[in-house]
């Protein structure tokens, strides 16, 4: 507290002694470092504020507390024993409109003991002020005021839409938080009867949407199952009255409704089906799809089964069907069609993610061996290679079927596998590199036999490589046999078939690109040929964005391509030097001075006046 008494006073000294409101933010730039600073802002905040608010406002949001610091702890400075400074300070912020400092005052006015606002008082002080506003404006620069983060009670939200229906939305957002599943949902019946006298819909149907109890509402839609005969009047009030929320079983409810109506329903039971098999953490898939197989709704049975988080469901259900001999095989192929794709999914604006059910080696082994076309088209993503489960069968099936396209699509997961000695499933990733050394193996010995086919193979996994999963790149080289033979050990091989570099080089992940840089910049007849004819899309490496390391590597490429042909020489040459003007700091100029430098010794020709060798006492030597 002496610390304290002692700032107080230089802030004091220093509103006296300096009238110039910079200098003085300059002055107080400083102070502010000091840690009792903020524990202050009942003195300095109405103070600044009043002075001049243009100036200070910046400071004071900034270092704005209400707690202050002792020796040992932390202590909430009461609004009571500063009441009258504080308020005026209120009052000039409501006056200026300056609805972030109000919030920040109320805040500190009607705060809980020890954390947050007092939800009481917060809703007394709301009332207050609503009441006290006169027109539609006024209030809501009430709301806008109170709007932070507390919950209303029923009472407070009726009076506050008695008042004025255009409050709507902000009850809405303060309503009381449900819980997961159905704990502590109750409907506030009195506002919501009073939305619906006054025919605000919209209002009454989210307080159902957000508050009924499941108890409640699962009898409210076997009733209008029951009542609404028109198949599209009921499927829209069904919609109107969906539960909102998390972790809730709708699946009881929803079994009743296709129990009741059959395929009337089915709009609503289709668009909510999700939250109906229990979400992301629920499983309630298995009763609604034998309800869907018992009355032969085919399209119900599947998306039930692709929606739920059940992989061992999914995984019974496609095996249950292949060895079922009492259906046709075209049924039983329209069947598994039905059931293959993304599970859930997740989309932002630039980015996405998708869940789909993992298949098991031995019954994708099994699917491929009675309908390879299958595993070949939509059950492709269900038996691709992750870190935690490999395919060891599907692989040793589709080298025998001989199925190339297969074989290199796996391997184009096992080439990005790392082996480490610690971590999760760690049986199954010794079982994966295990794995990934026979393919390694496999493409080594098709390497020897015939170069051209294995740089068309080798291209073929490689370009198949997902963007950004190659996070540890040294420890794969050291650790990953298939990657060693693809990414550094085959150089020579890949010029065999020039469109394979030229994949490489077009490839999504930057290291396949990097190796396809680093295979054009051989020191071989065959690569600077070759990066001759690429140069349409190594010259674009000068200019876009790419990892040092990979930007080196195409320069190496390019300065190959100088060496193989003179007009290439002189198109490098200009980019080159334009790219030097680029602003990016982090540009290795230094390199790219270097690529001039080595297209300017390959070409002597090219060099300019002032790009000319001089060797100093040439003339004494030759006189």
Known sequence: MADSKRLRRTLEQLFESQPDDQRLRDHLEGVARDEHFPGLTWFWGPVLYKRNRAMFRGLILNHFSDWERSRRSWTRVKWSDHATSLE?????????????????????????????????????????DYRAAESAAAR????????DWFELDESTALELYERDRACSAFLLKHLPHTFWGNEKRKLWERLSQAALATGDEKLHFELYRRQVPLKRWRSDVAALARDIKDPEQLNEELRRRHPAGYGMNLSDAFIEMLEARGRDVMPYVRAHLKDAVGGWFGDSAKPIAKLAERRGWWDLWAAAIRASRNEKLFNATVAELLYDELIADSTRVNRLSALAGVSREWNWPGLGFVQL?????????????????LVRGPYKPHVTPTWWQGYPELLKAAQQAGDEDLVDLLASRYATQVRYDYGYARKERDRMMETADSLGDYFAAIRDKDRAEFARRAANVLTRVPAYVLYNYDQLLRTNKLARLLFVRSFEAYLSVPAAVRDLVEGSEVHVQMLGYRVLAQDDERARRLAVETLDILIGTLLRPLHRKTRLAAFGALANAARGDQEAAKFILRRAREALRLPDKRYPKENLIGLIGQVLHARPELRGAGEQPVIYGLEEAVA
């Not at 809501?140 to 709007?147: G, H, P, Q, S």
């Open 140 to 147: 809501a620069i009430v709301l806008d005021e109170y709007d």
């Open 357 to 373: 059910h993992a298949l098991k080696d031995e019954i994708a082994a099994e699917l491929f061996h009675r309908f390879p076309d």
């Open 88 to 128: 005026a300070w209120l009052a000039a912020a409501r006056t200026n409109r300056d609805t972030q400092m109000v919030r920040r005052l109320l805040r500190w006015k009607h705060a809980a003991k020890n954390w947050g606002v007092d939800p009481k008082a917060w809703r007394e002080a709301l009332l207050q």
